[in-house]
């Protein structure tokens, strides 16, 4: 399983990843699954993979070789045409290998997220598809998730507003999200790799990998288990001893 | 889609369900899945269902049926006796309808939780399985859920303590799980049922059922969401400013 997760504010975006791939239950690795395509001052993308590791590393394999030959995503126009030269690499991926694999039984099954700009073009994230197809994120829906998506849930529905969260907030969100998920599901596992990208930066310059015994990883995991905790003390009583509607 | 949980406590039990039922997307009922048997001074049992209705319906009726006529759980000696008297039954249902079900590729789905207790035993938590079987809550794992778990999973993981967590406490973390799994599913909703028991009790004292516009359901919403951010935003500063180790 995996855990992949950006989140989109007005004031840019978080991208987060675990680094635990497994092939069945007794063949667990640490693997990253954030890749920066980059040319600083120009344009930034980072990209999230999860799913097969054989399909996300193809793709990402040729991704890279285009964008290193001035092709791509390093000639895309805007934030969509980046996702869309993606979406053409899933499919690409797919000609290649969908039927040798599904006549194993084996799904195609990748999911990438990018998150980035391009210079003169608002950052933005999107999600792209097995299909090929992309969704973008919204003012609405400020976060995208793939993977093992319900358990790091709730904390970021109640607690991303595009127009309001900071982005340093906005990263605490995501380390509590993913701890959540580390905590639920032993398929989800540290390295977390977290950026910070500021609309207009147009480069990464704030950037994490928060191993296991990482002191701020550490101090999330606690911090937020007491703060929990206290909050629940102090929510207002419940009244249990005024009966309510019988049961049948 | 269903939530139910149950949690056990030294103090005693804490049982909660949603009452949301649904048959697709464009057939969505209320339906109570809390079901309770009960000889004051003597006997109690909390029984949550959740999967097929027909099924559950089917399994309580007949679970009814004895206990009216003074069998099944009426004289179930153990709680461990209990689970199984219900385990029987839902194989009971099992050879009537499964076949007839998978014959249209309907799966036999069906999972309930009991709580309870039986004079001069201690209380106690099962959950049990579609074949019949049944799974006991432990110390280290005080708490067994049915449904749509995993959005509501988090909160119980870091709150319930078997040893610690006083009854009023554990029914709000209770509440906390269900909200959180409601803002994500809408195919769990309110009404929410809640019985608290302190274990010695044998008779279901207090309880509650709690509608969407239940003044203390709206609170826990509410001031959960503004403990959780005021929470975030307490947290230490994470160092984002240090370079990490260099992605390639």
């Known amino acids: 399983m995996t855990y992949c997760l950006g989140i989109i504010t007005r004031a840019g975006l978080v991208m987060a990843s675990d680094s635990r791939t497994n ?29 097969s590791l054989s399909l996300s590393q193809s793709i990402i394999t040729l991704l890279r070789r285009d964008f290193d030959n001035g092709a791509g995503l390093a000639t895309a126009e805007t934030m969509y045409d980046a996702a869309r030269v993606i979406g053409d690499q899933v499919r690409h991926v797919s000609d290649m290998d969908r039927a040798a694999l599904e006549k194993d039984d084996y799904r195609f099954n990748v999911h990438l997220i990018v998150g980035g700009q391009i210079q ?11 299909q090929g197809n992309p969704l973008c994120a ?25 127009h309001d969260t900071p ?6 969100y995501a380390l509590i999200s993913i701890d959540s998920t580390m905590r639920s599901n032993v398929t989800v596992g540290p390295p977390i790799d977290v950026v910070l990208y500021r609309a207009g930066e147009l480069e990464v310059r704030r950037r994490r990998r928060l191993t296991e015994n990482d002191p701020d990883l550490q101090a999330v995991h606690r911090q937020w ?24």
Chains 1, 2 share one sequence.
């Open 120 to 130: 003169g073009q608002p950052h933005d994230l999107y999600l792209v598809y097995p």
């Open 23 to 51: 092939a069945g239950y007794d063949q667990v690795n640490v693997c990253r699954k954030m890749h920066i395509f980059e040319r600083p001052g120009e344009r930034v993308f980072v990209v999230l993979s999860s799913g």
């Open 225 to 248: 288990e007491l703060a929990l905790r206290k909050a629940v003390l102090e929510l207002g009583p419940i009244d249990f001893d005024t009966f309510g509607q019988k049961a049948p």
């Open 167 to 172: 982005l340093e907030e906005a990263a605490k």
């Open 138 to 162: 919204s003012e609405d829906s400020p976060f995208l998730q793939t993977g093992e998506t319900k358990y790091g849930r709730p904390i970021l529905v109640r607690g991303i507003r595009y």
